[in-house]
């Protein structure tokens, strides 16, 4: 990124902002606000996190950050961020570190300019940020907006230090939640939506939020993501009356309240918990002790062991599948494994 990142900040702290705009995300009773002179990495933020909310906090809220972007005016090759208030909760912008050393995090650390931290994609060279104390700059580069986005629900899921999020889907059924977890392309935000537009509470598709002194699930709702391919008949419909078609479209994230009728149901108990294997022609349903194996399927977020020992992240887990019913599910054609799940979960 260059030698003189210090001067970098510097510059940018002498430029006299651009027209600003501001908005508010809610999402896992966390609440974030931006200052942004770019309202294209607002509408960037808003296909990662969800539409920005009303000033007006809605529902109770569990922590709250700030950050300002800035890349605008200043130095071309370089946009600033800056994370606020400064206090207990947001100590820094390297803590957006904290992912580092697992698999999930897209970011990892690579060679800089001291003693400044630079991370890159993962498998790039090139820095897209470099943080020290509470400044981030990233790279202008093609692509940014959705580099900051996510490091951004980095910061956001590093709020709730009470929590565990995993790689996985979560509804709702009869009043009680369920997990669905599976590799990448397994099936679960077809199965989660499969069953919102039939009637259940959609709580999330590709990240899940668990509580472990309740035991509960809480609402995680970003835009859906929906690829071409086999869909449940309810949630064609859905797409329909959006006016969306990932045929002629390709991979698309749809916000949730343009497929979803119901508001997304309160805090629900986890009573469930499904392993989504390999698909078959027709669903296949079974109930399972759970073991091992099980235990290593579960795909936590890496940012989850930032505020617990792994033993302590471990125990919880061991003790959510122990509280629950585990299964394993061979989906089969969309609307037939809905049905077959649905039937399961209301026993």
Known sequence: MGPSLDRVVLEWERTPPATR???RFQLADVLFDLDSDDPALIDELSTVLGRPCPDAPDGPVHARFEARARARGGPRRFGHLKLGPPGTEVESAAELMIGLGYED???ERVEGAQPWTSLAFRGEQSPMFALRGGHCLFALVPGWRKAVALLLLQRLMRMRGDAIF?????????GAGALLVGPKGAGKSTLALALATRGHGFLGDEHACYLPATAELIPFRRPVGIKPGPRSRTAQRALDRAGRDPER????????EDLIEEPPPGPVPL????FLRA???EPRLQRVEPGRADL???QPVGSSFAN???TERVFQMVRMLARSRVFHLWPGAPDETAALLESALRS
């Open 249 to 256: 479209e390709g991979m698309m994230r749809v916000p949730a």
């Open 279 to 281: 698909v078959g022609k």
């Open 105 to 107: 995090f897209p970011f």
């Open 296 to 298: 290593a399927a579960l």
């Open 308 to 310: 617990a020992a792994s």
């Open 21 to 23: 705009r501001q908005a």
């Open 271 to 274: 009573r469930a918990v499904v």
């Open 166 to 174: 995993f790689h996985a889907a979560s509804v709702a059924v009869a």
